[in-house]
């Protein structure tokens, strides 16, 4: 299956800071990519929707301003974390889509933000 | 989109089979239903996708009755290192990407 990647894998931050996480899909376009929360045993949260080239589409509940999603390239996006605190700390995922009719979303490994 | 809806969490010993059985009464025309496996501190990794009827591939089976309002991941004798979070996702491409909403996932236990 298509390969996605996400650096870093981990971070610490201190509260107030702000920390990008960047998602690579490596052998393949993706023309459309997501962005899932993860707290300790819970499930997958989905954050946003981006479209290449596009603006996010953020779901209900999650502050646009805080985590701002760039999808410049169909290769790349980035997720920054604003102003980070200690509540924002979770396991962030991101996942991509091929083209139309391209049914699947690969997921990437997971990047662990720890705000101190 | 259509919610989904697992039990919570399963046990087996190794070497059985082990069918986990996902309900989506709201499923649309146009959706598939996709599984997923979690590990902890893992992205989920793709198990299998289907529409109707019967899907197999080298790692799992999928069954889906005739009305599509559930759907049977089956996996053949199962090892420890299938112990993890199983998740059954329904939607359908929309605009050229699929968005699907995570249920809280089937957590599978396999003990020796």
């Known amino acids: 299956g298509a390969v996605v990647s996400q650096h870093p894998s981990w971070v610490i931050c201190k509260s107030g800071t702000s920390v990008k996480i960047e998602c690579r899909s490596l052998?393949?376009?993706?023309?459309?990519m997501f962005w899932y929360r993860q707290f300790p045993k819970q499930s997958l949260m989905l954050m946003a929707t981006?479209?290449?080239?596009?603006?996010?589409?953020?779901e209900q509940g999650v502050e646009k301003d805080k985590f701002l999603i760039n999808h410049a390239s169909l290769t790349l996006s980035t997720l920054t974390v604003t102003s980070a605190h200690p509540e924002d700390s979770s396991f962030y995922i991101c996942?991509?889509?091929?083209?139309?009719?391209?049914?699947?979303?690969?997921f990437g490994p997971g990047t662990r933000l720890t705000v101190l | 989109l259509a919610k989904t809806t697992q039990p919570i969490s399963m046990d087996s010993y190794e070497g059985q089979e082990v069918n986990i059985t996902c309900s989506h009464n709201?499923?649309?025309?146009?959706?598939?239903i996709t599984w997923y496996q979690q590990f902890p501190s893992q992205g989920p990794r793709f198990i299998i996708q289907?529409?109707?009827t019967k899907v197999t591939n080298e790692v799992a089976s999928l069954f889906i009755p005739a009305d599509r309002k559930s759907s049977t991941l089956s996996l053949p004798r199962v090892s420890l290192s299938d112990t993890a979070v199983y998740y059954c996702?329904?939607?359908?491409?929309?605009?050229?990407?699929?968005?699907?909403?995570f249920g809280i996932g089937t957590k599978l236990q396999v003990i020796p």
């Open positions: 981006s479209n290449e080239g596009s603006k996010a589409t953020y």
């Open positions: 709201n499923i649309a025309t146009n959706d598939y």
């Open positions: 996942s991509g889509s091929g083209p139309a009719g391209y049914n699947e979303q690969f």
């Open positions: 996702l329904v939607g359908s491409p929309s605009g050229g990407y699929q968005k699907v909403t």
């Open positions: 052998d393949f376009q993706a023309t459309t």
């Open positions: 289907g529409y109707k």
